[in-house]
């Protein structure tokens, strides 16, 4: 009885709550910008410069932007393979929200200070985000919620990739202590490595095929 109590079918209430969290999340990333305190008769000659001034606030909002877009995206299709739920499950998506919800703070951070400091709680707060996101569905797949068409190899093969990406933050913080301009262009890494898993995933699909 407790365990029908604690578990239920479906996942629409947790993935809505998580799409608001997102929107939020992508909305107050653009806040952090501030129109140039300009004079009017000013505004000539010290306009472009102020605004030039913003330059990292702009790279920090589209890396941050593109990065949290790419987890709706992942979130979005991994839910469409988790069909039930539970308590557990429910608390783990929270905190994986928990992590989403805390970016606009080290975005603005390390658009206002270019330091290694504010890069670490940066990339940190982004391997957060990578490993809870993990969690959430390693437990739904251990927990066997998922469709019949996630088998255990599949399952693995998508933990690995949702750990590249805390990976490739983390690592970004040991660049950043030889260069901190390096450590900005670290998460480039992430396409190719993603490129990669696709071919992995690819390849296992035609050798389930053939063994079928």
């Known amino acids: 009885m407790a365990a029908q109590v604690l578990e239920g079918e479906g996942t629409d209430r947790l993935e809505a709550i998580s799409d608001g969290v997102f929107a939020i999340v992508l909305t ?3 806040l952090q910008f501030e129109i140039p305190d300009v004079p009017s008769e000013q505004a000539e000659t010290n306009l472009l410069p102020r605004l030039l001034a913003l330059q990292p606030l702009l790279f920090s909002y589209l890396l941050s932007f593109f990065a949290v877009g790419l987890y709706w995206v992942v979130h979005q299709n991994l839910f ?3 069909e039930r739920h539970d308590r557990i499950l429910l608390y783990l998506n929270l905190l994986f929200l928990l992590t ?3 970016l606009p ?3 603005e951070l390390i658009g206002t200070y270019s330091t290694r400091l504010a890069w670490a709680l940066y990339a940190t707060n982004f391997a957060f985000v990578g490993v809870t996101m993990t969690a959430t569905w390693w437990y739904a797949a251990w927990r066997g ?5 996630i088998s255990a190899r599949h399952a693995k093969l998508i933990s690995i990739r949702g750990l590249t990406v805390p990976a490739v933050f983390l690592l970004s913080i040991g660049v950043s202590l030889v260069s901190l301009q390096w450590a900005y ?3 480039v890494l992430i396409g190719p490595l993603q490129a990669l898993w696709v071919r992995a995933y690819r390849a296992m699909e035609a050798d389930l095929e053939r063994e079928t």
């Open 28 to 30: 107050l990333l653009v």
């Open 80 to 82: 469409q393979t988790i």
């Open 100 to 102: 989403i919800s805390f």
């Open 105 to 107: 703070f080290p975005t």
């Open 145 to 149: 919620f998922t469709t019949d068409e």
């Open 185 to 187: 262009w670290t998460p």
